[in-house]
Nanobody, 120 residues
């Protein structure tokens, strides 16, 4: 059974930083394209960042939506089977529940997410 557990959210002021973690069981993250998504209040869930599957010679490539590019960094620790999202220079519009999943996502893999709240 696949389980993705997000953690690391919290309340921060504008300009602050958080590091989110997505710990996986039942699935090897390094051979899958993984992504972070977020859902702001009253809005649809959106893709935030992607890290493609790696290989012996490559850690995978990363992509970001324009609004977080240069501020967020997605990474993966294969030994821990965990994907991270380092978020710097946070803005109030980054507020939402953050989830990890495959890219494209599978409905049965959505977890509880982790709440990120950025105060102005």
């Amino acid at each position: 059974q696949v389980r993705l557990v997000e953690s690391g959210g919290g309340l921060v002021q504008t300009g602050g930083s958080l590091r989110l973690s997505c710990a996986a069981s039942g699935i090897m993250l390094r051979i899958n394209d993984m992504a972070w998504y977020r859902q702001a209040p009253g809005k649809q869930r959106e893709l935030v960042a992607v890290i493609t599957s790696g290989s012996i010679t490559s850690a995978g490539t990363t992509n970001y939506i324009p609004s977080v590019k240069g501020r967020f960094t997605i990474s993966r620790d294969n030994a821990k089977n965990t994907v991270y999202l380092q978020m710097n220079s946070l803005r109030p519009e980054d507020t939402g529940v953050y989830y990890c999943n495959l890219d494209p996502p599978l409905a049965q893999f959505w977890g509880q997410g982790t709440q990120v709240t950025v105060s102005s």
